[in-house]
């Protein structure tokens, strides 16, 4: 698919998950709908990963570029980031390894039960 | 002239993709991890509107334009979401409680943190993600209120954290397996920790990249129940 087409294609997956995100009831961010929404497309074979790839390329190779504008705009919020700054530092440092010891210790405990079960079918 | 300047969008296009392509550049040079170039881009672009007395609307004229992309980027997401459904497949059980199991720690952790201290809601909101990929950890920070910025700051730190001490956590934490080790860093380092995970083995990088886009669907649902 010629780029333009790509663009197109993309674009037009997140337009409708646009309108669709203002339908639903709750607010459900429209780009991660529009994710679904590209998944989705890509189960059914409607699209083809290859048919995007340049443009795939292009963004999730320069992802962190489009975060800048974001990231910038936290000049027009010091007052309320200075105020929280050591409370959102420590948080963010103090539940990363809660997260990897609840995650490792379930997928270990799941694997152990799954293994288990899958024994004793092979011995039946 | 300055007037022109200033008032074009092309003077927050440019002022974004050079300084990205310098942090890039530099990350590229040090290979260390805090020479990142989102972090470095960030911090020449705010420098440069500080120092010279640049209002911040002059900049997000074209600033915007980027920003706008950040739609379609989080929905290519999904090709990687897509190109590992066999594995995803392979692995379901695991995947789905480990990841479920790791985002509902995490949001309800950093609720509680911030609610014993007193966070303000335009930041809690913004903190709640921080376990996701940025692109989605903003999409669900700016659906609930939450400043973007903040959002991506904790995202890097959590990020960060994990890239830096995977290998130290699954020796303390005593995960030994090396599916739950991916996993695990998957879910509270996303892209950052992947990059590790990669060091410490084929599954645990496969495991870690799976858990990016899992445990961001189901943060993105978690957050629709979750008030602040």
Redesign the interface.
């Known amino acids: 698919m010629p780029v333009a087409a790509q663009?197109c294609v993309?674009?037009a997956?997140?337009l409708v998950?646009e309108g669709l995100s203002a339908l639903l009831p709750?607010?459900?961010?429209?780009?991660?709908l529009?994710?679904?929404?590209?998944?989705l497309l890509?189960?059914c074979k409607a699209l083809k990963?290859r048919q995007?790839q340049q443009?795939?390329n292009f963004?999730?190779g320069?992802?962190?570029?489009?975060?800048?504008?974001?990231?910038?705009?936290?000049?027009?919020?010091t007052d309320?980031?200075f105020?929280?700054f050591w409370?959102?530092?420590?948080?963010?440092?103090?539940?990363?390894?809660?997260?990897?010891?609840?995650?490792?210790?379930?997928?270990?405990l799941?694997?152990k039960w799954?293994r288990r079960k899958e024994e004793a079918q092979s011995h039946d | 002239m300055i007037e022109a300047f200033l008032s074009s969008p092309f003077f927050?296009l440019t002022l974004?993709?050079a300084?990205?392509l310098l942090?890039k550049w530099i990350q590229n040079k040090t290979g260390w991890l805090l020479a990142?170039?989102?972090l470095i881009?960030?911090a020449l672009?705010?420098a440069v509107?500080?120092l010279l007395g640049i209002p911040?609307e002059s900049?997000?004229k074209g600033?915007?334009v980027?920003?706008w992309?950040?739609?379609?980027?989080?929905?290519?997401?999904?090709?990687?979401?897509?190109?590992q459904?066999k594995i995803l497949k392979q692995y379901f059980?695991?995947?789905l409680?480990?990841?479920l199991?790791?985002s509902v720690?995490?949001m309800l952790?950093?609720l509680a943190?911030?609610k014993a201290?007193?966070?303000?809601q335009?930041?809690t909101a913004a903190?709640l993600p921080?376990?996701c990929t940025?692109?989605?950890a903003?999409?669900?920070a700016?659906?609930?209120g939450g400043?973007?910025?903040?959002a991506?700051?904790?995202v890097m730190?959590?990020g960060v954290?994990?890239a830096l001490?995977?290998p130290l956590?699954?020796k303390w934490?005593r995960?030994?397996?090396p599916?739950?080790?991916g996993?695990?860093?998957g879910?509270?380092?996303h892209a950052l920790g992947t990059t590790k995970a990669r060091e410490m083995g084929e599954i645990q990088g496969a495991m870690s990249s799976i858990?990016i886009g899992v445990c961001?669907?189901i943060s993105?649902i978690l957050s629709?129940f979750l008030s602040c």
């Open positions: 663009l993309i674009f997956v997140c998950s709750f607010s459900f961010p429209a780009s991660v529009a994710m679904v929404v590209l998944l890509l189960l990963p995007l443009t795939a963004l999730l320069n992802m962190p570029l489009f975060f800048v504008p974001a990231c910038v705009g936290i000049i027009r919020y309320v980031l105020q929280n409370a959102v530092v420590l948080i963010s440092l103090l539940t990363t390894p809660l997260v990897f010891f609840v995650t490792g210790h379930v997928v270990q799941t694997l799954v | 927050g974004c993709l300084t990205y942090g990142n170039p989102l881009s960030v672009c705010i509107l500080v911040y900049f997000a600033a915007d980027i920003n992309m950040l739609g379609p980027v989080t929905a290519l997401l999904a090709l990687g979401i897509y190109n459904r059980l695991p995947v409680l480990g990841c199991a790791g720690t995490s952790s950093v943190l911030c201290f007193g966070v303000d335009a930041v903190m921080k376990s940025t692109p989605i903003i999409g669900i700016e659906s609930h400043l973007a910025a903040i991506a700051a904790c730190i959590a954290t994990g001490c995977a956590f699954a934490l995960i030994q397996d599916v739950a080790q996993l695990a860093t879910a509270c380092s858990a961001g669907l993105v629709l």
